[in-house]
């Protein structure tokens, strides 16, 4: 397998960046953090600008002091890097922008190629729920912002099969595929990236990669945090389009997806396609839906609102790898522990040893903290008997050699270098939705559960016989 030249220079073409949805939390906790750390580290053009934008009044100033708000709450601080010179960058278009009218937008976006020089590279980032993309799109070729440029949709690319192929057209009407970039952020952390790296570079884990040695496949997203500052956006999506549909089938898929022919960005990502189309349509019997109580409490969540806050399905991948094992997705809101882990369970041998710990080996992949490999494995517990336990060896990515790359700072910096490895194909994107269709005509009763659980009872049940890995 041959090894990509991957580009990790800064890109000499100067760049105008427009950012939608730039008063939003992607914007304010992941994208905007992200950039300022790629001034820090040096992987922005020499000559760059960033215009915000969304529906409200907003100014220049206000924004630049958004965006120093919110490095202090998330980091980097601005004291670590060139905030002076980062934020004379910035400049906003609030009032909207939308196909019948443009807003201060196109007059920003002029005033920001005029400082930049006439060939800046136009990257469009739309930050905004999925219902907004349509319209966005048809106003940045209304006011001849199309040509040329890049541009970045953020998950999920449509809300139901119907939705992703009237975006899907117009999308492919206004631009070339290559300048579109469909981001799903999992795909970048690092132990993601390893789901490949390690899996293709070791043949102690190649080797069990398949039905044979894995009884079941977990993917486990769980987080403490609840929806109090996106109610309006959460409570029209739900934990399965936030979620499940998105990254943890992006996730699935790239546990799924069989030897790509080299690492090259398509050949990467064919085969992750590739994966997806041997999903089996998901059974509306095997999810479980569920709401925190005091969900609907919440300022802008309805009354009466059915949304899940938590959603667990058990999918079956049809290919000859993987037929007859469960891949079991779980993701939500309010739950026992904030863990993002892909865990691999492994099957127990056949004898001599009978009375093995319920806790099976396992190869895991944590993404926190700069991501963790695992290995976990039954062994001899210490003193004079021979009693079994389990025991887990960890390799924390962050003592590797090199600089940890988070995952926005790796895609954005992808999208200014034109590296489209890490993004989501057209296709494994339509055969998600394909997927989920039975579901969504019939999904099933949403079960309340409390905070700080991992869900309603019936989650437990789509593990059986064996238990979630992570409890
Ligand atoms: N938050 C997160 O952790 C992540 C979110 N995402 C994705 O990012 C997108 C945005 O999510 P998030 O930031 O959380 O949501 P928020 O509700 O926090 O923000 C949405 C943003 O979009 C703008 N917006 C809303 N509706 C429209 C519209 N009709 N036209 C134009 N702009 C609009 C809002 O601006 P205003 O109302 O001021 O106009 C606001 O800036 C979603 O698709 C989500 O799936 C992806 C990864 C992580
Ligand atoms: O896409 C989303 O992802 C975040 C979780 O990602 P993280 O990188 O912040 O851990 C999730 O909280 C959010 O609901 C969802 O829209």
């Given at each position: ?155 999920p690319y449509g809300?139901d099969l119907?939705?992703f192929e009237?975006?899907d ?13 469909r981001?799903d ?59 499940i549909v998105t990254?943890l089938f992006q996730?699935a898929a790239t546990?799924a997806m ?11 990502r064919a085969a992750r396609d590739a994966a997806l189309a041997d999903f089996r349509a998901v ?32 999918l079956w991948v049809d290919s ?7 891949f ?96 989501t194909g057209v296709e494994g994107l339509r055969n998600a939705w394909q997927a989920i269709e039975p579901f ?32």
């Open positions: 397998m041959s090894q990509p030249v991957r580009e990790t220079r800064p890109p000499a073409q100067p760049t105008v960046f427009v950012m939608y949805g730039a008063t939003g939390d992607l914007a304010r906790r992941l994208v905007l953090p992200a950039f300022f750390e790629l001034a820090r580290q040096g992987l922005l053009p020499e000559q760059w600008r960033l215009v915000g934008t969304s529906r409200g009044d907003e100014d220049t100033a206000w924004f630049r002091d958004h965006v120093r708000e919110a490095l202090e709450e998330f980091g980097p601080q601005p004291g670590e890097g060139p905030w002076e010179d980062f934020s004379a960058r910035l400049s906003y278009a609030g009032g909207g922008f939308s196909a019948d009218d443009a807003g201060s937008l196109p007059a920003r976006v002029a005033e920001a190629r005029d400082a930049v020089g006439a060939d800046a590279q136009l990257v469009h980032y739309l930050a905004v729920p999925p219902g907004a993309a349509l319209g966005i799109t048809r106003a940045i070729e209304a006011h001849g912002l199309a040509e040329g440029c890049r541009i970045v949709y953020e998950k809300t119907a939705s009237e975006l057209a117009e999308v492919q009407r206004v631009f070339d595929e290559s300048q579109v970039f981001i952020h999992f795909l970048a952390f690092e132990a993601v990236r390893n789901l490949v790296g390690a899996r293709f570079a070791n043949t102690l884990l190649g080797a069990v990669w398949n039905r044979e040695h894995v009884e079941q496949v977990q993917i486990d997203i769980a987080e403490t945090l609840d929806v109090a500052q996106r109610a309006d956006f959460y409570d029209a999506t739900g934990a399965f389009l936030d979620m990254h996730l546990v069989e030897t790509p022919a080299d690492l090259s960005a398509d050949a990467v059974d509306p019997a095997e999810v479980v839906l569920g709401q925190f109580e005091g969900y609907r409490d919440i300022d802008g969540v309805a009354d009466d609102s059915s949304t899940d806050t938590l959603a667990a399905v058990r000859e790898r993987w037929r007859g094992v469960p079991l997705l779980r993701s939500g809101k309010k739950m026992a522990a904030d863990e993002q882990r892909i865990t691999l369970l492994l099957r127990r041998p056949e004898g001599p040893l009978t009375e093995l710990p319920e806790r099976p080996s396992a190869l895991s992949f944590s993404l926190l903290e700069g991501g963790r490999i695992e290995v976990a494995l039954i062994v001899k517990a210490l003193g004079v008997g021979e009693e079994l336990t389990t025991g887990t060896a960890a390799l924390p990515l962050p003592s590797l050699p090199g600089t940890d790359a988070p995952p926005y700072v790796k895609l954005i910096h992808d999208v200014l270098t034109g590296d489209r490895a890490l993004f969504q005509q019939a999904r099933p009763e949403v079960l309340p559960y409390a905070e700080g659980t991992w869900g309603p009872d019936a989650v437990e049940e789509l593990a059986a016989p064996r238990q979630w890995f992570l409890r």
